[in-house]
């Protein structure tokens, strides 16, 4: 046979280098040493900061062996320290342009222009710091797994976030030189709400303390890493583009973990208080006492998830994010599906914002809004997930209906960010705020209720009580599937 560069195939990925890529870096020494050298830095971040108590284990989990759809789902059983992880982008179109922005109507850039570079170093290191936060903030979920199958699912999340860290490290090693280095060692040295070198965005520095609260970090914060990933994959930047389009891919994943795990949460919840005729939703005491989980409580924490999920799109109006746009750097959601002349000269967007003392939409500049934009598309999403949850307690014959609250409520960034509100985005007094918080977000008396139910269930086939199991199996797998094979002490 020929050597192995002459065997690389565009869009195959290719497993002979130590990191499995589909961009040729078998051809491409210099970034191919860089990565091995950052390799056992990461293993070590793994192994220390990953899944805990569960390196061992064999985990059936999906990789890729090439990156069109069908060769992307082979799943198998592996160690996850063994776990091959890689630098895969979408295919490159040779005809692509720059779409919105000054310079619109470009070739789209295969390299860095030196008049972005520290715009671009500073968002791909913004985005590479939120992967390794979260698979940091749900070491501890494994022990309390309510199932192999969901023990599974967290895991394929876990390492996939790995992977993107992996996606924004070849970026910075292969685009920008000794500071791309210092950045991609950087990432490795940050910790999940650490007080000295935290993470770098609000909601990456919380806890995860509890299985709903994952099911609710993926259904919302995953999907804000959804919306940011659609936008860095409008950009001109045709690398940080392509990169976005397969990290999307594996994203619908992390998102369907969420919107089922929550969904069955609530399902469970239902059954329990139809079988027991407990109709009264508000009843926590006797619903709690079936052992599920009392939607009030479920709504606190989807408050809680998404408040600070919106945190992470930055303020409304962001000389930033009307940069990044001018730039060509970072687009809008569906960037090329909108009619209009890209470019937001003079075009305005309705912005909530606190005028006397009260929540109004105000016209700004569409250009300094594009938060804002990228954040309502985001509130649409996310209020597709909460129509289908209430069809289930709507079936249930329950009187009860979810909803997100104001964008006004619990802020810790923009407009609202002074102010405390109820959750339809009425302003409290401080001292209200204090005395009320408790109706709005978990208290302590729900975070240990809900911790009490935190037991493992690791039976092949089995649930905890609290949560109902899936339609189907990962990989159409029948019900007693062995998903995770965990040694015996
Ligand atoms: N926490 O103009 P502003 C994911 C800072 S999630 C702390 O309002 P801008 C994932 C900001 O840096 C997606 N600080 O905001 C999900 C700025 O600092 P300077 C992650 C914050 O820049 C689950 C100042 O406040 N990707 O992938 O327009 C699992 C004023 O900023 C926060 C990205 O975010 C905060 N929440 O927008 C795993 C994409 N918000 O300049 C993974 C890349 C703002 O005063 N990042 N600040 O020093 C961006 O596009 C933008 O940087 C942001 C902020 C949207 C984050
Ligand atoms: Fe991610
Ligand atoms: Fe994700």
């Not at 992967?131 to 999340?157: C, I, W």
């Not at 405390?420 to 975070?447: A, Y």
Request: glycine content about 8%.
């Amino acid at each position: 046979m020929t050597n192995s560069s002459a065997a690389y195939v565009e869009g195959v990925v290719d497993y002979s280098t130590k990191i499995p890529n589909n961009v040729g870096l078998v051809n491409d020494a210099r970034v191919l040493k860089a990565l091995e050298q950052w390799h056992p830095g990461y293993i070590d971040w793994w192994m220390t900061m990953g899944p805990d108590g569960f390196q061992t284990s064999e985990v059936y989990l999906r990789t890729a062996v090439s990156i069109d759809p069908k060769g992307w789902a082979q799943f198998d059983y592996v160690k996850m320290p063994e776990y091959r992880w890689g630098v895969l982008l979408a295919t490159k179109d040779e005809e692509r342009l720059v779409n919105f922005g000054a310079s619109k109507g470009e070739k789209a850039w295969q390299d860095v222009p030196g008049e972005h570079r520290a715009a671009l170093r500073r968002l791909i290191v913004i985005q590479g710091d939120t992967e390794p936060a979260s698979v940091e903030q749900q070491r501890h979920l494994g022990k309390t797994a309510p199932s192999l199958y969901d023990m599974r699912n967290l895991f394929q999340v876990n390492v996939e976030e790995g992977r993107h860290l992996w996606a924004m490290v070849y970026l910075l090693h292969k685009y920008f030189g000794r500071d791309g280095r210092e950045e991609a060692e950087g990432l490795l040295q940050r910790r999940s709400g650490d007080h000295d070198k935290p993470r770098m965005l609000g909601a990456f520095n919380e806890a995860t303390p509890d299985w709903l609260s994952f099911f609710m970090f993926t259904f919302f914060t995953d999907r804000d890493g959804k919306m940011q990933l659609e936008s860095l994959a409008q950009s001109g930047f045709d690398p940080l583009s392509r990169t976005c389009r397969f990290m999307l891919t594996e994203e619908a994943h992390h998102m369907f973990v969420g919107e089922t795990g929550v969904g069955r949460v609530v399902e469970r919840t239902c059954e329990a208080m139809k079988a027991a005729g407990a109709g009264d939703p508000y009843d926590i005491e006797r619903v709690r006492r079936l052992g599920v989980i009392d939607l009030p409580t479920i709504q606190k924490k989807a408050n809680f998830h998404y408040s600070l999920s919106l945190d992470l799109f930055g303020s409304e109006v962001s000389t930033n994010a009307a940069n990044y746009y001018n730039a060509g750097l970072k687009g809008r959601f569906m960037e090329t599906k909108i009619d209009d002349d890209h470019l937001l000269s003079n075009a305005k967007y309705p912005v909530f914002k606190l005028v006397d003392g009260q929540p109004k939409l105000v016209a700004e500049p569409a250009l300094s809004a594009i938060n804002m934009r990228l954040r309502d598309d985001y509130s649409k999403d996310c209020q597709g997930g909460i129509g289908r949850w209430n069809k289930i307690i709507e079936k249930a014959g329950i009187k009860f209906e979810l909803k997100l609250p104001s964008v006004a409520f619990h802020r810790g960034v923009g407009e609202f960010a002074g102010v405390e509100t109820t959750s339809d985005g009425t302003i409290l007094s401080n001292d209200e705020w204090l005395r009320r918080r408790g109706e709005f977000l978990p208290n302590e008396d729900d975070g240990a209720f809900i911790a009490s139910l935190m037991k493992p269930c690791w039976e092949k086939g089995k649930y905890a009580h609290w949560i109902a199991p899936p339609k189907v199996g990962i990989d159409n797998k029948p019900g007693d599937f062995e998903y995770v094979r965990i040694p015996r002490a």
